[in-house]
């Protein structure tokens, strides 16, 4: 199947900087990525859908100044934390869907998980 | 709007089978289902799109019911590899896709 990979794989920052996380598409083009957030024992929450070439679009309540996505090519989208505190760790998932053909299938990268001391 | 899902946690004997359901109360346009591993990244098992859609993998299977409001994954005969957490994912509409909206999972623990 097709893969995506994410780094790093996990990142300890001090509270107020900044942390940058990429998914690339390994084997596929991806049109659109997709990011999520993941507390301890609960379900992936959708932040974000990442347009490549276009501005991402933010779901409900997730601060798009806190949360900068860019998709600046067909097999990359970064994920920048800015000013991360500690209410920001928390492991990050980003996903796609080969484009054309689609029929549902998301490819994960491995997660990052950041720890915001 | 997040599809539920039950049980939230089941344990098993090596051998024995588990159903895990997942439902909507809106038709779906597909469902698919995930299993992640602790500290990993989900992996897709199967996507259902079709109402009364059955399919499965080896001894890993899944439904879909003939109205798309509910799915249900079938582990026969499970084995310890098949611990971890499922969610089912799923879409309304295929507008946008990959889209999904995710359930709040079912922890599977198969021992010895």
């Known amino acids: 199947g097709a893969v995506v990979s994410q780094h790093p794989s996990w990142v300890i920052c001090k509270s107020g900087t900044s942390v940058k996380i990429e998914c690339r598409s390994l084997?596929?083009?991806?049109?659109?990525m997709f990011w999520y957030r993941q507390f301890p024992k609960q379900s992936l929450m959708l932040m974000a859908t990442?347009?490549?070439?276009?501005?991402?679009?933010?779901e409900q309540g997730v601060e798009k100044d806190k949360f900068l996505i860019n998709h600046a090519s067909l097999t990359l989208s970064t994920l920048t934390v800015t000013s991360a505190h500690p209410e920001d760790s928390s492991f990050y998932i980003c996903?796609?869907?080969?484009?054309?053909?689609?029929?549902?299938?998301?490819?994960f990268g491995e997660g990052s998980r950041l720890t915001v001391l | 709007q997040q599809p539920v899902q039950s049980p939230q946690a089941v344990i098993l004997r090596e051998g024995e089978d588990a159903v895990i359901n997942c439902s909507s109360s809106?038709?779906?346009?597909?469902v698919h289902w995930y299993r992640q591993k602790h500290g990993e990244a989900p992996v897709f098992l199967m996507i259902?799109?079709?109402?009364?859609e059955q399919k499965g993998h080896d001894k890993i299977s899944a439904s879909f019911n003939e109205k798309k409001q509910q799915s249900s994954l079938y582990l026969t005969a499970s084995q310890l590899s098949y611990s971890g957490t499922y969610f089912c994912?799923?879409?309304?509409?295929?507008?946008?896709?990959?889209?999904?909206?995710f359930g709040d999972g079912t922890t599977l623990t198969v021992k010895p």
């Open positions: 996903s796609a869907a080969t484009s054309g053909g689609y029929a549902g299938e998301l490819f």
């Open positions: 084997d596929f083009q991806a049109t659109t």
């Open positions: 990442s347009n490549e070439g276009s501005k991402a679009t933010y």
């Open positions: 809106k038709a779906l346009y597909s």
């Open positions: 259902l799109l079709k109402g009364g």
């Open positions: 994912g799923t879409e309304l509409n295929n507008t946008n896709a990959g889209k999904s909206t």
